[in-house]
């Protein structure tokens, strides 16, 4: 089934809530958890920063990654958003064969 988790912060409420459904209806993701808002520190363009950021946990199959980062990246805000997929190495078979068959496959 090759299931990921694709972790991606995002700025607000309003931007997380209109990904996690273009993700669902485009049948790019099944699933789109939107967590509560965490303090980020990080270094951007040589200075530190620090910003209040919802993640996202999107979860969707391998063969659907390079449609789904390439939406994120026209969805997202930021110049260069966090996009991290994880290999989701055991689940619960029947949750993972749901999450396989709610995302499109690699010849949709």
């Excluded at 090759?2 to 931007?15: F, G, H, R, S």
């Excluded at 996690?20 to 270094?43: G, W």
């Excluded at 920063?49 to 659907?64: F, G, M, R, V, Y």
């Amino acid at each position: 089934m090759n299931c990921l988790m694709v972790i991606c912060n995002v700025p607000d409420e309003t931007t997380a809530t209109h990904i996690a459904h273009v993700l669902v209806q485009e049948r790019l993701a099944a699933c789109v958890n939107i967590l509560p808002a965490c303090r980020s520190v990080y270094r951007w363009e040589g200075a530190l920063q620090e910003s209040s950021e919802l993640p996202l946990l999107i979860k969707t199959t391998q063969a659907c990654y390079a449609r789904l980062q390439q939406r994120l990246l026209e969805l997202h805000p930021y110049d260069v958003p966090e996009i991290i997929a994880l290999p989701v190495a055991q689940g619960l078979p029947a949750y993972l064969t749901w999450v396989s068959q709610c995302v499109l496959s690699s010849d949709d």
